[in-house]
Structure formats: structure tokens, C-alpha cells
């Protein structure tokens, strides 16, 4: 017998070539709920590592303060002036004492400085400034008790002023101040035998300032 395939046995054939479509349309929906599933399974991961509950512990070092120091300086003048003079003749010596006490809780050195003024009579006033301690002082700027530290100036008034400006500059005869800590000082003024001082006149401002070290 003939093997030969007549024309209608190869069209009856071909329905075993198409059904292979939908055993491909199955794999292709399966390999789609995989996906699907794969990505609900992650966000249900991260929902879980977002939100499990954990141990915890602390420890708190409390409630940490700071405070500044102080520089606080004063004297007994009670508001007034050393020196009110008129009338100064030659070879006339004016003293006068002030004690200034430093308060505050930094240590500071304290120095003395100051602005001289006027039509020129400092020139012609030897002034000598001591440090110490035990002065009267007050409004009356006693000296007595006074006991002497140390020189810090002996020269002119003028001298003074263009000498010592500012802190720098200043007169150290007060270091390493503590509270309270009182430092008495003694300004004796004369008047040079110069014919040249007549009719003169000057003005004086004493400044103490108190910087911690």
C-alpha cells in the first residue's frame, strides 16, 4: 500500500499545529500571577520590617547649667571728688585717699589710668600716686591709717594723663584681685615754684578698670 498523503490528509493535520496557542497563553497568565504574587509577598515584607516592635533603652545626663562671672569694682568716693581746689600757691601739697574694693567672683587685676585736661597747670603739678591699704577714705578721702604698698607714679599730672590712657597703659598696682579684695590709694598733688603756673588751671578724671585674668 501507497505511504503517500493525499491533499486532504495534510490540511487534516494542521489542527495539531494550533493547538499549541493556548498551552502558550497558559504560561504566559501563570508567569503574570507569579509576578503578581511575588510583589504582594515584598510589600508584605516591608510592611512587616516597617512596623515589628523592638527593644529600646536611653539614658539621659540631665539638665546641665552655665553661669557667667562676675567683674565688679568700687570705691567709697560716696559721688565725690578728690580734689576742688583754687587758689593753689607754690610749693602746696593736697593729699587725698580712696580705697577700691573688687566683687566679683572672677579673679582680675585692677589698674589705674586717666584723662588730664585743662589750660596747662598739670604740667606744673608733681603728682606722686601710692598704693596700699588701711586708708580712711570715704567722703572725706582720709588718709589716715593709710600704709604704703608701693610707688606707682611720681611725676607730673601732665605725665599722668599722656602716660597712662587707657588698660592697657594702666598704673598694675592692684593684681590678682579676689572677693572681695580692697586696695587703699593715696594722690598727693604740689605745685611747682614756676612762675609760669600762675592763672592756670587743669581738670583731672581717675579711672579704675577691673579685667579678669
Known sequence: MSSHHSPGDVSRSQPL??????????????VRVFVVVA????????TLEG??????????????NFAAGTVVLSDDDAGGVMFNLANMAP?????????????GS?????????????????????????????AAGGAGFGCAGFTPTSVLHS????????TYTNYGTGLAGFVGATNPTTRSYQVAVTVQN??????LNATATFTWEAQNV
Do not use: E
Open 51 to 64: 512596623s515589628r516592635a523592638a527593644f529600646t533603652a536611653t539614658t539621659t545626663n540631665g539638665v546641665n
Open 106 to 134: 572672677l579673679t582680675s587685676d585692677v589698674k589705674l589710668y586717666g584723662v588730664v585736661g585743662g589750660s596747662g597747670l598739670a604740667t606744673y603739678l608733681d603728682t606722686v600716686i601710692t598704693v596700699g591699704t588701711g
Open 155 to 162: 611725676n607730673t599730672l601732665a605725665n599722668f594723663g599722656a
Open 39 to 46: 510583589a504582594l509577598l515584598m510589600v508584605g515584607l516591608v
Open 17 to 30: 499545529h494550533r493547538r499549541r496557542g493556548p498551552v502558550a497563553s497558559s504560561r504566559g497568565r501563570t
Open 194 to 199: 614756676n612762675n609760669a603756673a600762675q592763672g
Open 91 to 103: 610749693g602746696t601739697t593736697t593729699t587725698r585717699c580712696i580705697n577700691v574694693t573688687y566683687t
